[in-house]
């Protein structure tokens, strides 16, 4: 009997700025395109690089934000404030509902034959998160796109940042309603592939950088169950993309 193959459907954008390398997901775009010339053979089940593609918008809003530091750093607030508002997208935010929450119509789980169970809250590893050493170290490895569909990232300290400078333009309360749609969007998060309610350990090998829609869009389900292809197959992505750490 042969061998069974997997079919892949990888996630690309359609930005005219990708062939010319101008957009921070370009990196990302260019290697989806290689998979899409030459897609492995069509079978069953479907395994996918991330739960939904990542809209062109995002793209935009990244560079409208890079532009709004250079601004900042050459000492132009109103073209940064002006910048950063421009940024939050309507279409952005509609882009993240779809995929966190427990409704989301991209999330579909599906059984897996001796799945880690979820286990009772005094069973699994004590610290949840990565310390600070290990945060940079897994900055360093993936460095600020998602590991899974590989757009630009902004760590939270850095987005408290340029709030406070330009408070009026980044909104960001506690509904997600009222946060900055592309913010919200790029927010980086550490992502357990195994996880945490199941067993995951904070080790490098078992965290990767990850966007908020994508990090909560799986929730507690293992990248089989979900059927996502495991993210340390392939390279992270590499760009000129800095997770705006330049703001100060």
């Known amino acids: 009997m042969g061998k069974v193959r997997t079919k ?15 957009n921070p997901l370009s990196a990302y775009s260019a290697d989806a395109l290689v998979h899409q010339k030459n897609p492995p053979q069509a079978m069953t089940p479907c395994f996918r690089t991330c739960l939904r593609e990542p809209i ?40 993240t509902e779809s995929l966190w929450g427990s409704n ?7 059984p897996v034959e001796n799945a880690p169970p979820s286990l009772p809250k005094e069973q699994r ?28 990232l902004i760590r939270k300290e850095v ?20 946060q900055h749609a ?10 357990h592939l195994l996880p945490h309610a199941r067993g995951g350990d904070n080790s490098l090998d078992n965290i990767v950088i990850t966007c908020a829609p994508c990090n909560f869009g799986r929730m507690n389900w293992t ?20 997770g705006l750490e330049e703001f100060r």
């Not at 995002?58 to 940064?80: F, M, R, T, W």
């Not at 989301?104 to 599906?110: A, C, L, M, P």
């Not at 592309?182 to 992502?191: G, K, P, R, S, V």
Request: aromatic content about 8%.
């Open 159 to 178: 987005r408290e940042r340029i709030k406070k400078a330009y408070p009026e333009a980044l909104s960001w309360r506690s509904r997600n309603i009222d």
């Open 223 to 242: 990248l089989e169950e979900v059927g996502l292809i495991d993210p340390r197959t392939r390279q992270a992505v590499r760009s000129s993309w800095t």
């Open 56 to 95: 062109p918008e995002i793209g935009k809003a990244a560079l409208l934000l890079q532009s709004a530091v250079q601004a900042h750093l050459a000492g132009n607030s109103e073209l940064a404030h002006d910048s950063i508002r421009r940024a939050d997208l309507p279409v952005i935010r509609e882009w």
């Open 125 to 152: 590893v004590k610290l949840r998160m990565p310390t600070t050493s290990e945060k940079k170290a897994l900055h360093e490895r993936d460095g600020f796109h998602c590991r899974f569909c590989g757009i630009p």
């Open 182 to 191: 592309a913010f919200q969007a790029m927010w980086l998060q550490y992502d």
């Open 104 to 110: 989301s119509s991209y999330v579909q789980y599906r």
């Open 8 to 22: 892949v459907r990888t996630c690309s954008t359609t930005s005219d700025d990708v062939s010319r390398g101008l």
